[in-house]
């Protein structure tokens, strides 16, 4: 019984979110300046870090968020198939530390080392980087490509359609998105709508 209970608690909770905190963020075509974060290892990434790279998922997200929890798993998997074909993922965290004492750095690194992560998963504690792409939720998706020596946002919002289930997902949006870019074709969906908890900025 208790089980039923939390399984029905945690599916209430994601409906709520996914009625009251969707975003949608037209921002397909900005350019998007390179940036130096700490990453868990202790070492700065930046995307100069990546020189062959053709493009990148970048994925905002955080410790706290009951949806981001949903898919570490699932970014190791995008990250497994797509960095060997030239577009790693790197996850960003963003969240106001002040508030949520869960996504503090030293969190973020015992997070990354419990759940295995297989990508790098930085620290943006002045929010500066999350203010460029204009990101909004924790998780929250973009799609970048190299276009003339510059980073553009070809793709922005889900991972995919189903974060509570994810042997029920019909579109995985982020993959369809680079699978479309690498096959030089026009990706089909641009932009949806990210799910999650809101990023709070400082003021």
């Given at each position: ?131 460029n792409f204009t990101a909004q939720k924790t ?65």
């Amino acid at each position: 019984m208790k089980i039923r209970y939390f399984t029905f608690k945690l599916l209430g909770l994601l409906l709520v979110m996914a009625i009251f905190g969707m975003s949608f963020s037209p921002i397909t075509g900005k350019i998007i300046q390179d940036f130096k974060l700490k990453n868990v290892d202790g070492k700065y990434i930046s995307l100069k870090n990546y020189p062959q790279a053709k493009g990148f998922i970048i994925v905002f997200t955080c410790n706290h968020c009951p949806f981001a929890k949903l898919y570490p798993p699932r970014m190791n998997a995008l990250n497994s198939k797509y960095s060997k074909l030239g577009v790693p993922l790197i996850a960003i965290s963003s969240t106001d530390t002040i508030t949520y004492d869960e996504d503090t750095y030293p969190n973020m690194v015992r997070k990354a080392k419990q759940e295995k992560f297989n990508f790098p998963y930085l620290f943006d504690g002045q929010q500066q980087v999350a203010k460029n792409f204009t990101a909004q939720k924790t998780p929250h998706a973009f799609v970048i490509w190299k276009e003339d020596g510059k980073w553009v946002v070809k793709y922005n919002g889900a991972i995919d359609d189903n974060g509570g289930e994810p042997e029920k997902v019909e579109n995985p949006y982020v993959a369809q998105a680079v699978d479309a870019l690498l096959a030089g074709k026009t990706i089909g969906q641009k932009e949806t709508k990210s799910i999650g908890c809101q990023i709070y900025f400082r003021k």
